[in-house]
């Protein structure tokens, strides 16, 4: 994964295209280009190109227009001559060839059948009808007419994009790379995707965690007719839950969307309040705020007699008031009144159109008077409801079509604050187990080879291994879970769950291993199993138990391709029936293939025997070991928060441990310190987070006070350079106070350089040059290394 070269992409100083246009879009994409005020080249034969060899310091994007030109030489020549990012919209993908010689150059191709690109600095490289307007949102899509509808429908919403990228057949540059580069851009606040294709499921969601974490993400799925059957892919929409993008479920919901991130505050709470011009308005109104999952707002007394001393005529409903047709004035002065007692979130105003009382008039008024981004607006009708809606859209306001567009949008914008607090939830510990994974694969190895594999009784014996007893007879009574444990062709490996019987909903539930008991309780609730005065909570607990055992054979068991059971739960014990399948395969897909997101590293735990003669255990951190990093930040004294945090910090948060805690191991280790016999009791925790290239890392060590001059701080240090150097990373680096002596030392100790930090003279870079000798070289706008 990688964004390396992207700002050339989307913000190029130079343009060199190789051919003449063909058609109308290749000559409508030049044009876009000259109009851009970036300088443009020809070149017409590879041999003989016009463009001069440029600095390497300025950014050139070529594009190619003819297939004469679509080969390695081509590519190599480009690459010798400073380009280093290249749009591809010819049908035919690059060939390996093509790709190998790019790759040469970290020049990077977005293509094939892209139909380009565009920025909000002024670059444009696309054949998209519309100019897209300055914004805060990226736009990322495979899709060409997913790509024009979206564009074409902000346009008349006014709503703009900070940039706007179209990957077509991602030969190289894919959604993935896409997600990284947006939630690093400053000038992006929110995403919207669209995705027909995941190409490399860690890939995919490890970036989209890293940019669900930092910014508002949602996400529109599409499928292929030859490829899949019609609707959304429920795996696929686990895997986006459980990455924290917020989906939606139609080309519709993706305006809503657009929207909603656009020009909504985030919500911490979904209050409603509806005001309309007529009591039908209110009820359907009300009915799809509450059919969207949010809360209406219940009327205070107070409220009630302000509203009532400036319109008599006012009728109140839960959730609701119908205005009637007042005057302007009076409408937008209601309006105001409810906006500034904040009893709401949000407000939805829906008006339908009456006679010899136009919209215009309202809407011009509600633009002038500036209310804030909670108002939204609904003008119903179309021919007269236009002019309304582009009053609004331009004065900035959010506005929709109809109430159930206004309430969607709403959702949008709430369910990324819900989501993004249920996946930093902190979960339970789970007890060790003591199974040895080794001596059960050796054992499906033997039934692989007498050609036994899909017998029950091996699939029994596996279950047996990992927990989960059998028995041959269903008690009455007992609840019925159809448990399947299989791999998705984009996706990995994932769990399936069904409820039978108890009057439960008949609803499939999907998750992705690795499951915590928090992610096991959330996935049976979405299959309609939760406790309550109808299921005992030792039944849940039970078939929570077997789920997590499920997700450890995916882990641990790469020649397991798939296993199906019925597990009986009754009076707290859950139990496979007899009639349980296993299906192994002799050679298991590649671990990034098999498993989406990364599991735990167990492997890089190790012991050391520090200078107190206390053997202590170094280990990846967990995200149950919050309370216990909370209780090591909180212990610390003020100078040691300062020398690590570079500020004072009196309360650590659950947010701020969740962070700390809470990790993509795919792109971030953790390692946390502590005796053997005190596990709980943390003496240190150090990090290191890779960037999204793998190119660069960057580390972190806080050791208590008291366990100072043990030697931990170097052993950390040591084994998370050790980590780096296994995953290919070519730099380790680090920011420290000048007056931290001690962290300093140990760097230069450990055979770090050190620079001054151009962005704050009271701190120093520290940096280490994987497997070269050599003093590293300073980045551009570093100043000289410091001996």
């Known amino acids: 994964m990688t964004i390396r070269n992207l700002d050339v992409l989307f913000r190029p100083q130079r343009v060199l295209w190789l051919g003449e246009p063909l058609n109308d879009g290749q000559r409508i994409v030049l044009e876009k280009v000259r109009a851009s005020g970036v300088t443009m080249s020809e070149a017409l034969e590879v041999a003989d190109f016009v463009l001069p060899l440029v600095p390497s310091s300025e950014r050139t994007l070529g594009v190619i227009l003819q297939e004469r030109h679509a080969n390695a030489a081509t590519v190599e020549r480009l690459g010798e001559l400073g380009c280093r990012a290249l749009v591809w919209p010819l049908h035919e993908p690059p060939s390996r060839a093509v790709l190998e010689a790019a790759r040469a150059y970290t020049l990077r191709i977005l293509g094939p059948r892209s139909v380009g690109l565009s920025h909000s600095s002024g670059f444009d490289a696309s054949i998209l009808p519309q100019k897209t307007a300055s914004g805060s949102q990226a736009l990322i899509v495979q899709s060409q007419t997913v790509a024009a509808a979206a564009v074409d429908w902000a346009a008349g919403r006014r709503i703009g994009f900070s940039w706007v990228a179209v990957t077509g057949g991602e030969s190289d540059i ?30 995919f969601m490890s970036a989209a965690r890293a940019c669900a974490r930092a910014k508002p993400t949602v996400i529109l799925q599409t499928r292929l ?32 969307a657009l929207a909603a991130l656009q020009r ?78 904040a009893a709401a979130d949000v407000l939805i105003y829906v008006r339908s159109p009456v006679a010899g009382h136009p919209h215009e008039p309202v809407a011009r008024s509600l633009a002038k008077a500036n209310l804030g981004p909670r108002l939204l607006t609904v003008w119903l009708g179309l021919e007269s409801a236009l002019p309304s809606r582009r009053l609004s859209a331009e ?48 054992r499906l190895l033997e039934y692989l080879g007498a050609g036994t594999d899909t017998r029950p009784d091996a699939a029994l014996e596996l279950l047996r291994a ?183 910090i009196r309360h650590f948060s659950h947010a701020m441990a969740a962070r700390m805690t809470q990790i993509d191991y795919d792109r971030e280790l953790a390692l946390v310190a502590h005796a053997v016999d005190a596990p709980e009791a943390l ?62 030392e140990l760097a230069r100790a450990m055979g770090f350089h050190r620079f001054l930090d151009p962005d704050d003279a009271t701190c120093r870079r520290v940096e280490l040059v994987l497997g070269a000798a050599q003093t590293p070289v300073s980045e551009p706008g570093l100043p000289a290394f410091v001996p």
């Open 225 to 256: 007719a030859d490829r899949a059957a019609a609707g959304a892919d429920p795996v696929r929409s686990a895997a986006f839950a459980r990455a924290g993008l917020v989906e939606v479920p139609s080309l519709p919901g993706l305006f809503d």
């Open 395 to 442: 004065a900035g306001q959010s506005t929709f079509t109809s109430p159930d567009a206004a309430a969607r949008a709403v959702r949008y914008r709430w369910e990324y604050t819900r989501n993004r607090e249920l996946l930093t939830q902190t979960p339970p510990r789970i007890r060790p187990s003591k199974l040895d994974p080794a001596k059960v694969t050796q």
């Open 264 to 341: 909504l505050p985030a919500l911490s709470q979904p209050r409603v309040l509806v005001v309309a011009n007529g009591a039908a308005l209110c009820a359907l109104t009300v009915d799809a705020v509450i059919r969207n999952g949010l809360l209406i707002v219940e009327w205070a007394d107070a409220l009630q007699r302000q509203v009532t001393a400036r319109l008599p005529t006012a009728r109140f409903r839960p959730g609701a008031v119908d205005i009637g047709d007042p005057s302007v004035e009076d409408g937008v002065a209601v309006l105001q009144l409810l906006l500034a007692a």
């Open 466 to 648: 990992y927990g989960i007893d059998s028995q041959s007879r269903i008690k009455p009574g007992s609840l019925i879970l159809q448990l399947s444990l299989e791999r998705h062709p984009e996706l990995g490996m994932h769990l399936g769950l069904r409820v039978e019987g108890r009057g439960i909903a008949n609803a499939m539930a999907y998750g992705f291993v690795p499951l915590d008991a928090l992610l096991a309780d959330r996935l049976l609730a979405s299959a309609g199993l939760e406790a309550g005065p109808t299921l005992d909570r030792r039944d849940v607990d039970a078939a929570k138990a077997a789920l997590i055992a499920l997700s450890q054979i995916a882990m641990n068991q790469p020649h397991v391709e798939g296993v199906s059971l019925r597990l009986v739960v009754h009076e707290g014990r859950a139990r496979a029936a007899a009639d349980a399948r296993l299906l192994l395969t002799p050679g298991p897909a590649p671990e990034r293939e098999r498993l989406a997101l990364a599991p735990y590293p167990a492997a890089l735990s190790q012991r050391v025997r520090l200078r107190d003669r206390k053997e202590h255990e170094l280990r990846p951190v967990r995200p149950e070991d919050e309370p216990s990093v909370i209780e090591l930040l909180q212990s610390l004294d003020s100078e040691t928060v300062r020398l690590r945090f570079f500020a004072h």
């Open 683 to 744: 003496r240190a925790i150090g990090t290191l987070i890779a960037d999204p290239d793998g190119a660069a890392a960057e580390f972190a060590l806080l050791v208590r006070q008291d366990c100072g001059r043990l030697g931990l701080g170097r052993a950390l240090l040591g084994a998370l350079i050790e980590h780096a150097r296994r995953r290919g990373i070519g730099r380790v680096w680090g920011i420290v106070l000048a007056e931290n002596t001690a962290m300093l």
């Open 174 to 203: 894919d959604v993935a790379d896409l997600l990284d580069y947006a939630a690093l851009d400053d000038s992006t606040r929110s995403v919207a995707v669209e995705v027909g294709l995941i190409r490399g499921a860690r890939k």
